[in-house]
C-alpha cells in the first residue's frame, strides 16, 4: 500500500460507514412509518368495530321500537274494527225497528222493509186516504253517512225520475 492509499482507504471506509448510517437512519424512519401506519389501521378497525357495534344497538332499538308501534296499531285496528261493527250491527238493528220508533211521523203499518240499498219505503195514507206519497227511508245513525248508491237513489228521487212500472209475467 502507498501512502496515498491510506487515505483513499480511510475516506472509503468513512463513506460506507456514512452510507450504512443513512440506510439505519432511512431503515428507522421507514420502520417508524409502516408502525404509524399500523396502528392507525389498528385504530380504524377498533372505529369500524365500535360503530358496528352502535350500529347493532340502534337497529335493535329501532326494531323494538317498531314492533312497539305495530303492536300498538293492531291493537288500535282491532278495537276500531270492533267498534265499527258494533255500530253497524247497532245500526241494523235499529233499521228493523225504525218504524215503530217513528209513529208520531209516519204510521208504522204503510211501511215496508227493504234493506238495500234504501232501508224502508212509505206509503204514507194509503190506509185512509185517496192521495198518498211514497217515501223512501234511510236510517242512520252516529255519523254513518249515505252510500253511493243511496245518492244515486236520492238524487233519482229530486230528479223526478222515479217511475211506476207494471210487469206481467207468464206463467
Given at each position: 500500500?502507498?501512502?496515498?492509499?491510506?487515505?483513499?482507504?480511510?475516506?472509503l471506509v468513512?463513506?460506507?460507514?456514512v452510507?450504512i448510517?443513512?440506510?439505519?437512519?432511512?431503515?428507522k424512519?421507514?420502520?417508524?412509518?409502516?408502525?404509524?401506519?399500523?396502528?392507525?389501521?389498528?385504530?380504524?378497525?377498533?372505529?369500524?368495530?365500535?360503530?358496528?357495534?352502535?350500529k347493532?344497538e340502534?337497529?335493535a332499538?329501532t326494531?323494538e321500537?317498531?314492533?312497539?308501534?305495530i303492536?300498538?296499531?293492531?291493537e288500535?285496528?282491532?278495537?276500531?274494527a270492533?267498534?265499527?261493527s258494533?255500530?253497524?250491527?247497532k245500526g241494523?238493528?235499529?233499521?228493523?225497528?225504525?218504524p215503530?220508533?217513528?209513529?208520531?211521523?209516519?204510521?208504522?203499518d204503510e211501511?215496508?222493509f227493504?234493506?238495500?240499498?234504501?232501508?224502508?219505503?212509505?206509503?204514507t195514507g194509503i190506509?185512509?186516504?185517496?192521495?198518498?206519497?211514497i217515501?223512501?227511508?234511510?236510517?242512520?245513525?252516529g255519523n254513518?253517512?249515505l252510500?253511493r248508491?243511496?245518492?244515486?237513489?236520492?238524487?233519482?228521487?229530486?230528479s223526478?225520475?222515479v217511475?211506476?212500472?207494471?210487469?206481467y209475467?207468464?206463467?
Open positions: 500500500m502507498t501512502d496515498q492509499s491510506i487515505p483513499l482507504l480511510l475516506g468513512v463513506a460506507i460507514i452510507v448510517v443513512l440506510i439505519n437512519i432511512n431503515a424512519n421507514v420502520s417508524s412509518k409502516v408502525s404509524a401506519r399500523v396502528l392507525q389501521i389498528e385504530n380504524e378497525k377498533q372505529f369500524i368495530e365500535r360503530i358496528q357495534i352502535l347493532g340502534i337497529d332499538s326494531e321500537k317498531l314492533s312497539e308501534k303492536a300498538a296499531r293492531k288500535y285496528l282491532i278495537e276500531d270492533i267498534r265499527r258494533a255500530g253497524v250491527t241494523q238493528v235499529i233499521e228493523h225497528f225504525a215503530f220508533m217513528i209513529v208520531d211521523i209516519l204510521n208504522s211501511m215496508v227493504v234493506g238495500s240499498p234504501i232501508d224502508l219505503i212509505s206509503f190506509d185512509e186516504h185517496d192521495d198518498i206519497s217515501d223512501f227511508l234511510e236510517i242512520k245513525t254513518s253517512a252510500s248508491k243511496q245518492k244515486l237513489i236520492r238524487e233519482a228521487v229530486l223526478k225520475r217511475f211506476y212500472k207494471k210487469v209475467l207468464n206463467g
